[in-house]
């Protein structure tokens, strides 16, 4: 089985089922694992983590899609 959607993707739909766009890395996480978002994952990092690297800390990669909320949140543009 192959992933569907790219972890932003994944985030991204996440965040649009929040009333204000907003949530924290693991509540995401936790989402896109109830839901089944993104099922395969290389290497031993926590979903939540892969969340805060891939939105946050991605060299700017994603910066037209999220915004960051210290101390753990994202939001959505």
Known sequence: MKNILTLHEAIAIVLLGKLERT???Q???DVIE???????RRGNIPL???VELRSVQSQARYSHLFD??????IKLK
């Open 34 to 40: 109830k839901r089944g978002l993104f099922p395969i």
């Open 48 to 50: 939540a983590k892969q």
């Open 27 to 29: 509540e995401i996480a």
């Open 68 to 73: 960051f909320i210290p101390p753990d949140q």
């Open 23 to 25: 949530a924290s890395f």
